[in-house]
């Protein structure tokens, strides 16, 4: 391509340097030369190229050797270690140990498979408090080496997750699958039909380097059929119902007798979808937490502490130890509230004297309190993340302040809302505050935009202020159910819809004729014999034209997203983006349409065009029962001058689903916790100023 646009630059150069005034000089001539040089050993290369590619077309690609094979799992292994060390010192999970979390085999019998298939003898995992390096040598006793993680929100499922890709990659033999850790809302089925495929396709998205020339063709794919992946799967509870239970039938169905698996979910979800599909994962092991005791929570927190702690750490272990405060072991008897304290008091230095106190009271007072620290402490923790984006990094930098003050509001839009208070999706942000003042605002552009355009084309002020008052009051009634209306997106699968396309096909006969009868009654008024049958004939082919592959085309391809298929929030965020913009590609190309019937009137072509293209921009907006994006877009300026949420709402909702805040499940945000909701709800959260006046008198103190 470089080479044909050099011959082209140096063809123009040669052609228009006898028209070109010299002077003492010969500049034409000499870049007429060089761009030839350059353009002819530009394309000898491009052309070389080619040649060798033709050759090797046709030649079967060389199979990749075991050598190949072995490099690419230990690239892969190395590129898997290093992204995972480094969010495990982020989040501190193995600092100084990992937490003393007990697991053991589900006391639910339903939601496993028989003891005999998933285990010789016994079934694994009998309920000890062991070490991560025993998970590990348990999930290798396994038979077909599969596992289901479930607990309870904040019950460390994906910490688990993250520790056993580490100590089996530490532990790994050469013969042994590179396990890599994949977040589940990323996997669509009817994209991928087959684990195997989303497996290759996640391989080659996120780690690059396996596409090398040395690792020889397809080495992702390879690796994958091979079976020298072991694919951990976090978050299944994040996809909808109905998603949910589709990915478990289909792991069941596109599993082979060797292939190996890890999948987290929460306990509840993944109950709804084993009775939903009537079958469990095929031969999982599924375990669950247990309650920490006391003891084993004050020795892990006294291993976080530095070895000369504050003097009031003692007491406060003593107290969790002998019973001295019960609220506190209540707390601290799962992973989400021994993390609590850890994040909130050790990991700052602050002083733990009210944990002592809080302690001995109740548990909700002490969980409060911890809430109270809980949004600084991980925003100052977590700082943004340089490309690639990271799972548990933020992308953005925000203020904690900021960042309680706007799930606060969330949280407080939540309580209100009787039907469902815990699903928050995007496109209710314009619901959460009256349309009237944006309605008119973006009513008065349209009339502003439209008047100014027709004022300039016709140089007719009455007129245009006309047209422009007209296309404000109708922009002002047909944007009202745009902040109701849900996300949609473009589909344009042909399967099954004959009968519609055929239907869309008598549709544009009839616009067709009904044009060619307008142009014929405009023929004879405006142009008369000058445009005649020919000219009627052409307005009519436009307008079904026009009508079938612009307007009903939208209305073909529009779909609504369906929350229980939908993936992700970002998703459906951008799949209504895109139906947006193709609406208004449509609205352009019939406004260049009625340009072009203009034309035919023998308007003038400027006023025909220009007119055409504003008239046809409004169309598409206006087109359409999907415009949640606008509406979105409309809303969030508002919110932000308020100071309810920033201008950037959906890059702060992805963070806060990276920095542990929320959580997903399918199209919609919840909170990862309902006590952190309900705390925020009640108004009960602490500026980063209060923040800094804690760290400040826990300073003094020591």
Known sequence: MLGVLLLALSTAFLVLSPKLPTGPGTTVGIASVAAAVGSAMSLGNGLVQFLSWWRRRGAPAPAPTSADIANAKDILAGLVTQQWRDETVLR????????????????????????????????????????????????????????????????????????????????????????????????????????????????AADYPALRAENLGPDIPETLVARGEVLPVIDGLDELPGGARADMLATLNRTMCETDQLIVTCRTEQFAESVREIGDVLTAAAVIEPQPLSAAAAAEYLRACLPPVPHPVWPRVLEALRTGGAPALA????????????????????????????????????????????????LVDARPPADAPAQPFRPQHAWKPEEVGRWLAYLSRQLAQREEDPRDMAWWHLARYTSSHQVRVWAGVTIGVVVGVAFLLLTRVPSASAWIGLLSALLAVI????????????????????????????????????????????????????????????????????????????????????????????????????????????????????????????????????????????????????????????????????????????????????????????????QFRHIELQEHLARGRHVTDGDHQVARGRAARSR
């Not at 140990?97 to 498979?113: F, G, K, N, Q």
């Not at 993250?162 to 089996?168: F, P, R």
């Not at 548990?363 to 809430?371: I, T, V, Y």
């Open 92 to 203: 501190s999970l193995a600092d100084p140990e990992p937490m003393p979390v007990p697991w053991r085999s589900t006391e639910h019998r339903e939601l496993a498979d028989h003891p005999e298939i998933i285990a010789k003898g016994t079934v694994a995992f009998p309920g000890l408090d062991v070490h991560i390096a025993d998970m590990a040598r348990n999930f290798r006793a396994l038979r077909c080496r599969r596992l289901v993680i479930l607990g309870a929100p904040g019950t460390g499922k994906t910490t688990l997750a993250v520790q056993l890709v580490l100590e089996l990659l530490r532990t790994r033999e050469p013969e042994e699958p590179v396990p890599v850790l994949l977040s589940a809302s990323r996997w669509d089925d009817r994209v991928h039909p087959r684990l195997q495929d989303w497996l290759a396709a996640s391989l």
């Open 330 to 377: 209540e707390v601290t008897s799962t992973s989400l509230g021994l993390w609590l304290v850890r994040a909130t008091y050790i990991a700052p230095r602050a002083d733990p004297t009210p944990l002592l106190e809080l302690g001995r009271g109740s548990a909700g007072e002490l969980h409060d309190h911890l809430c109270d620290q809980l949004i600084p402490a």
């Open 478 to 669: 047909m944007i009202g159910s745009w902040f109701t209306e849900p996300p949609g997106h473009a589909d344009f699968h042909l399967r099954g819809r004959l009968s519609e396309v055929l239907r869309i096909l008598r549709d544009g006969l009839i616009v067709g004729a009904l044009g060619a009868l307008v142009g014929y009654l405009m023929a004879s008024s405006v142009g008369g014999p000058r445009i005649g049958l020919e000219g009627a004939r052409n307005i009519g082919l436009l307008s079904g034209v026009g009508f079938v592959f612009v307007v009903s085309l939208i209305r073909w391809v529009e779909r609504p997203t369906v929350a229980a298929t939908a993936r992700s929030p970002r998703s459906t965020w951008r799949a209504d983006r895109n139906l947006t913009l193709i609406r208004i590609i449509s609205g352009l190309v019939v406004g260049l349409m009625g340009g072009a019937i203009g034309l035919q009137a023998r308007l003038n072509p400027t006023v025909a065009i220009a007119g055409g293209l504003v008239l046809g921009l409004l169309f598409g907006l206006m087109l359409g029962r999907h415009h949640a994006w606008l509406a979105y877009k409309l809303t969030v300026p508002r919110l932000a001058t308020k100071g309810w949420l920033p201008l950037r709402a959906m890059d702060f909702l992805d963070d806060a689903h990276r920095l542990g805040l929320l959580r997903t499940e399918g199209p919609y945000y």
